[in-house]
């Protein structure tokens, strides 16, 4: 998990999401080096480094990008990644991410975008 959720740094390179695009910078001469447009509904929150590649969570989507920042998969749900009744709507865990939406469901994902399970959270 990145100290800044919107921001990755990896050696001089900092990979940073913006509402609906990815962009690479080399963080000693300050020159773009990728600018690649992400499409999705509500804007994108976090950006997560893992094995490679980078797990994007946004409003209404989750995204895995590959280190060339080709899109690998995505997921939605019933609703908006967005939980009222829970202290977090997304966890990213060793081989699993946790999403809850605002209906109340929560989804388990697998690293390769499926979806291992879906319920419907008690409050």
């Known amino acids: 998990s990145s100290a ?7 050696a001089h390179v900092l990979t940073v999401i913006l509402f609906e695009s990815i962009v690479r910078i080399d963080a000693r001469t300050g020159v773009m080096l990728d600018y690649v447009p992400c499409p999705n509904i509500g804007g994108l929150m976090e950006i997560h480094a893992i094995k490679d590649g980078y797990i994007l969570y ?3 989507e989750i995204f895995r990008y590959d280190r060339a920042l080709h899109r690998i998969w995505e997921f939605s749900g019933r609703d908006i990644f967005v939980s009222l009744d829970h202290p977090w709507s ?10 809850r939406d605002f209906l ?3 989804y388990i994902l697998n690293m390769d975008g499926q ?9």
């Open 4 to 10: 800044l959720p919107w921001a990755v740094l990896e």
């Open 115 to 123: 979806l291992l399970r879906a319920f419907m959270e008690e409050v």
């Open 90 to 99: 997304f966890r990213l865990e060793e081989n699993e991410i946790h999403i």
């Open 104 to 106: 109340g469901w929560h």
């Open 58 to 60: 946004g409003e209404s």
